[in-house]
């Protein structure tokens, strides 16, 4: 669930951020894991969601890019083992029955290499069971947020790509290519609440999208993100509560035998 140069906050994703892995939930379902089977959690965050598959397995690894949400996983789920490893370059010696991941596969924009990585690591048989940003995703706050950054003066940063968030073809294409076999495809809007009800949007920048801030003075960066908060509220505000406009991207492929 990492960006290349995000450090993660394990603090503030489980406090405020919560909602990735209470989401996530209905994904585990969806892979119902077997007491015989072995399975990958990639892009595993601070590791509730590989406790919740380890429930139910045989046995589960869960890496992560980001060291800090490592050692948090560690430390809430000593039982359990993780690693610190990149979805686009990873290798075990013992080959998966599945692989899982929530809210990760948008963080790498290699996806290429993050399928073969995927394929190369599971049994014949084995599967796959993802979930992750798609097309048009936060697309409402992306687009605020580049438009404010622009007209104050930072367009270096207003052009910052950071997020693969391909069409539902364009994956499952990518899948098939490498030998996949696509039994579920699903592009779906979900609209998402957050948790604060005064700084919805602001605290979504400060987890996630920190970067566009780079090389920005601190006293610009609390404006631009108060003015992109305002700009958006009556698309993101319901009700007074606050939302996040995902599109999610849920997949289930096999490795043919
Ligand atoms: C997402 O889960 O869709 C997401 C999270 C952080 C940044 C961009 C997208």
């Given at each position: 669930?990492?960006?290349?140069?995000?450090?993660w906050n394990p603090e503030l994703y489980t406090e405020k951020h919560a909602f990735v892995y209470n989401?996530?939930?209905?994904?585990?379902?969806?892979?119902?894991?077997?007491?015989?089977?072995t399975?990958?959690?990639?892009?595993?965050?601070?590791?509730?969601?590989?406790a919740l598959i380890n429930e139910s397995a045989n046995a589960v690894i869960g890496i992560d890019k980001s060291p800090e949400m490592i050692a948090h996983a560690k430390d809430a789920f000593p039982h359990?083992?993780?690693?610190?490893?990149?979805?686009?370059?990873?290798?075990?010696?013992?080959?998966?029955?599945?692989?899982f991941s929530n809210a990760t596969l948008h963080w790498?924009?290699?996806?290429?290499?993050?399928i073969k990585c995927m394929f190369n690591n599971l049994n014949p048989g084995g599967k796959l069971v993802l979930e992750f940003g798609g097309k048009g995703n936060v697309?409402?706050?992306?687009?605020?947020?580049?438009?404010?950054?622009?007209e104050h003066g930072f367009l270096q940063q207003s052009e910052l790509n950071l997020w693969y968030f391909p069409s539902i073809g364009e994956y499952t294409s990518a899948l098939e290519s490498e030998g996949f076999r696509v039994v579920l495809a699903e592009h779906?809007?979900?609209?998402?609440?957050?948790?604060?009800?005064?700084?919805?949007?602001?605290?979504w920048i400060n987890m996630f999208a920190?970067?566009?801030?780079?090389?920005?003075?601190?006293?610009?960066?609390?404006?631009?993100?108060?003015?992109v908060q305002e700009k958006i509220k009556d698309k993101c505000l319901i009700n007074g509560k606050w939302y996040a406009d995902y599109k999610r991207i849920r997949v289930v492929a096999l490795k043919e035998d």
């Open positions: 669930m990492s960006a290349s140069n995000t450090t989401y996530g939930e209905s994904l585990v379902e969806l892979l119902a894991p077997k007491p015989h089977e399975i990958l959690d990639l892009g595993c965050g601070s590791g509730q969601l590989t359990i083992c993780f690693e610190v490893a990149t979805a686009e370059d990873f290798s075990f010696s013992e080959k998966f029955d599945s692989i790498v924009k290699d996806y290429k290499s993050v697309q409402t706050i992306v687009n605020q947020l580049k438009t404010s950054l622009r779906y809007d979900r609209p998402t609440e957050l948790a604060d009800e005064n700084s919805g949007i602001k605290d920190k970067s566009f801030f780079e090389g920005i003075p601190e006293k610009m960066v609390e404006e631009i993100k108060t003015e």
